[in-house]
């Protein structure tokens, strides 16, 4: 094997330049293009020597796979390079990822304040898990900063947000939220899932944390489960030997799968962008549509928001049917023929869901109005098909 490293930095190429080499060595074990899977549980040592100069971080190499394995080091690579950030630290799902970084960061006694638009998992790690060793978490409305300064004390560690959330699509002005964090010295945190580096990049702003639930754009085929953070070396030294503890990682399969995803980021967000934009402004045009949220129509609450942070607004499109109860809306998801009836996103095939069926279904109805989440609201993830066969199968299902 070589230690030869890839000529291609962060700073000097585009992000599909980035996406195909960035992290991978030019010469590769076997001579192969693409980066190997190792199915291997240890790594072992020629000599005692050997791993004496291992123990003693004077030979950087693999010891034991919950350690990490060589094709997740080029993963993490690239992605910290997507991002712009100096590491990133590899999960087996996006909700380890955020257990990961909650776990690592915050002792009994700590607050935690995040907008309650987050990911519900999120928001129930925070409350239920975190709460059981003494953490205390405040939930305050999406984007209300005032709100959000209003429940800082001095025990607050984090301030945590999406950024556009689900399935709102709020944006965060990340420029407040970091100067929120700056003022009384608290680490911020954005679950960037749904923008992707591709469209935000909040580490620029100056955000400490940015994590994704890697499952959806970044590996891209409804095909493998990952989750990353990314930071600075130093802020995501504790996440790393946190993980080195639990074993909370994919395994080599999953980072080969999500290496080989993201060799197409480019290309698959440039589409998933389009068609988000197409089909949203078809939707708002329909007349059996009551209202669409997608933060790159001017009618979103946070369109100038977006328009600032964001270079793209992504495939995820809500929208709610006109004059609808449950059962109406649930027929127009029945009637269409491209997506596919089920949760997540950011993969090339498109998915369609009514939020109160699947992650809102145990929720009552006042705790769903509570959240904004009707009985006759949708939510679209466009994948990577044409648009124009995306809106003419919406257009036969509105109509049905
Ligand atoms: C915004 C967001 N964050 C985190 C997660 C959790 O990711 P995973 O499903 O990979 O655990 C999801 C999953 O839907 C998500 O949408």
New binding site residues.
């Given amino acids: 094997m070589t230690d030869q490293p890839s000529p291609i930095s962060g700073a000097s190429a585009g992000i599909s330049t980035l996406a195909v080499h960035a992290g991978e060595a030019r010469q590769k074990p076997g001579n192969a293009i693409t980066d190997a899977i190792f199915c291997t549980a240890t790594y072992t040592f020629a000599n005692t020597r050997e791993a004496i100069e291992f123990v003693e971080q004077k030979l950087p190499r693999e010891e034991y796979a919950r350690y990490g394995n060589p094709t997740q080091k080029v993963a993490e690579a690239k992605l910290a390079s997507l991002e712009g950030g100096e590491s990133a630290v590899l999960y087996s799902?996006?909700?380890?990822?955020?257990a990961g970084l909650l776990l690592a960061t915050l002792r009994g006694g700590d607050e935690v304040v995040l907008f309650d638009e987050?990911?519900h998992?999120?928001r129930q790690f925070c409350t239920e898990c975190l709460g059981k060793f003494g953490c205390v978490t405040h939930k305050v409305p999406a984007c209300d900063f005032e709100a959000m300064e209003a429940a800082i004390n001095q025990r607050t560690r984090l301030l945590v947000s999406?950024s556009p959330?689900?399935p709102h699509l709020s944006v965060v002005d990340l420029e407040r939220f970091v100067a929120l964090g700056r003022k009384y010295g608290i680490a911020t945190v954005v679950?960037s899932?749904?923008a992707t580096p591709f469209n935000l990049r909040p580490l620029e702003y100056g955000v400490d944390y940015v994590?994704?639930?890697?499952?959806?754009y970044l590996a891209g085929h409804n095909d493998v489960?990952?989750?990353v953070v990314i930071g600075s070396d130093e802020k995501l030294r504790p996440l790393r030997d946190l993980r080195g503890v639990l074993g909370n990682l994919p395994g080599p399969h999953s980072d080969y799968l999500l290496l080989r995803g993201l060799k197409t980021f480019d290309l698959r967000m440039r589409r998933h962008n389009e068609n988000g934009m197409a089909v949203a402004s078809f939707l708002e045009s329909h007349p059996r549509v009551e209202k669409v949220y997608y933060p790159g129509l001017p009618s979103h609450r946070d369109y100038e928001i977006a328009r600032r942070f964001m270079h793209g607004f992504g495939g995820l499109i809500t929208f709610l049917v006109r004059d609808a109860d449950a059962d109406t809306t649930a027929r127009v998801v029945d009637s269409v023929r491209l997506p596919r009836i089920g949760?997540?996103?950011g993969g090339v095939e498109s998915l369609i869901e009514q939020p109160i069926v699947m992650s809102y279904h145990s929720h009552t109805p006042e705790q769903r109005r509570a959240v904004g989440i009707p009985d006759n609201m949708i939510r679209l993830a466009c994948g990577i098909e044409n648009a124009d066969d995306l809106i003419a199968d919406l257009s036969q299902a509105l109509e049905a």
Avoid at 211 to 216: C, F, L, N, R, Y
């Fill in positions: 799902s996006g909700m380890s990822a955020v987050c990911y998992r999120t999406e959330t689900n679950d899932t749904l994590m994704h639930s890697a499952t959806k489960m990952a989750g949760p997540s996103l």
